[in-house]
């Protein structure tokens, strides 16, 4: 893959060739015409006529770049016949010659037709040179025949030597280009590894803070209700129909999961009534009693889901491990938000060490929405958890 010119190369390059024109018309095609200004023969009637078809010539080449009016390797075909006839009018050519000699780089194609056309246009010239002053050998060693050859030899070495160079910097390019591809192709596979890796994050969260905890609810009520069977009956009934509830909200969950059914993941109504059901079912699940002051704050699904899965997670570890008698759930305006406290005077950890999954699940949702969890406990004290999240759910 080479390099594309960029618009300053391009103007770089648009100004070199206008430098080469202005320098091939100054040295090369107005000498001939200003040397014969005064002369009013035949000379001079070639001499201009011959420069000024020329200069038409290269007009037909360049003017029209991409449709141009005269092929290249004509032109090239006329400058040679035009040096060699002007060679033999006038018995000089050398300077022509050299200062034309880019012209059969850039417009032959390739460098062997380049080096074949330039040798063409040196013996045309050289031809014209000698049969206009008769052959000896004084005049074939003049300077018009020797710049000639010497031109040609020299013209030959820069070409061949810029040839190369160009050669080497498609070569690099191309390595570049390779390098860049394959770098991109990696890029696009850390990303996909990425997009994967937090897709996988995505769900285990979702699944230990949806189904994990539903079916750590099912066995605990499956053995509470077992347990009630001969001896309470009404309550184990109260449990298996829990079970049931729970059980039809784990299978609306995994379908939402696997993206069967509309991501609900929240009953209708306000983020206060949504966290009451839920307390209610903690209660009577457990038996624990649960003082709630819920204000009806307004915030956007995100933030309620939010707000849900941390008091989700923060009930079942209290079922858990906290052997609490209390617990205390606080949901009001907070500085920048909206910010969910939940207390119990349970027997409390060291948070750090805690490597729970649940409370880092619990963070790093709350830091996508740019907002924070603080936990608070120590060993016979209880434990404090802080949700605090902007009301939109953006940071």
């Known amino acids: 893959m080479t390099r594309l010119p960029q618009s300053d190369d391009r103007f770089r390059l648009r100004a070199l060739r206008r430098w ?59 400058l040679v016949a035009a040096m060699g006839a002007l060679a ?12 034309s000699l880019p012209q059969f780089w850039l417009l032959a194609g390739s460098p062997r037709r380049a080096i074949a056309l330039s040798a063409l246009a040196a013996a045309a010239t050289v031809t014209g040179i000698v049969r206009h002053q008769a052959w000896d050998a004084q005049e074939f060693a003049a300077g018009n025949v020797v710049f000639t050859v010497i031109g040609w030899l020299a013209g030959v070495l820069v ?26 192709l990696r890029l696009a596979e850390a990303h996909r590894l990425q997009g994967a890796t937090e897709e996988r994050e995505r769900l285990a969260r979702e699944i230990h803070d949806t189904l994990a905890q539903g079916f750590a609810s099912i066995i605990v009520l499956a053995e509470a209700a077992a347990a009630g069977l001969g001896t309470d009956p009404g309550r184990a009934a109260r449990h298996l129909l829990s079970i049931e509830q729970t059980a039809r909200e784990n299978l609306a969950e995994a379908r939402v999961l696997v993206g069967s059914a509309p991501q609900s993941g929240l009953a209708p109504g306000s983020i206060a009534a949504t966290l009451r059901r839920t307390l209610d079912r903690f209660t009577e699940d457990t038996g624990l009693p649960v003082t709630a002051e819920l204000a009806d704050v307004v915030c956007d699904r995100p933030t309620r889901i939010a707000l849900l899965r941390c008091t ?53 949702r709350l830091a996508e929405l740019g907002g924070e969890l603080t936990v608070t406990s120590s060993v016979g004290d209880g434990t404090r958890v802080l949700a605090a999240l902007p009301a939109d759910g953006r940071g």
């Open 20 to 78: 080469y024109v202005a320098g091939w018309v100054v040295l090369g095609i107005f000498p001939p015409v200003v040397s014969v200004l005064d002369d009013a023969g035949a000379t001079a009637y070639w001499s201009i006529g011959l420069s000024a078809a020329l200069a038409l010539c290269y007009a037909g080449v360049s003017a029209r770049p991409g449709r141009p009016v005269l092929r290249p390797q004509a032109f090239l075909g006329v």
């Open 88 to 99: 033999l009018v006038r018995g000089d050519g050398a300077a022509l010659f050299i200062v």
């Open 159 to 184: 070409g061949l030597g810029v040839v190369r160079i160009v050669e080497q910097s498609d070569e690099r390019a191309g390595r570049l280009g390779a390098e860049l591809e394959a770098a991109r």
């Open 312 to 364: 989700q997670e923060s009930l079942a570890n209290i079922r858990k491990h906290a052997a609490a008698s209390q617990v205390a759930v606080v949901l009001a305006p907070g500085a920048s938000g909206v910010e969910l406290e939940i207390t119990d005077d349970g027997k409390g950890f060291v948070v750090r060490d805690s490597r729970g999954f649940g409370l880092n699940g619990m963070r790093r």
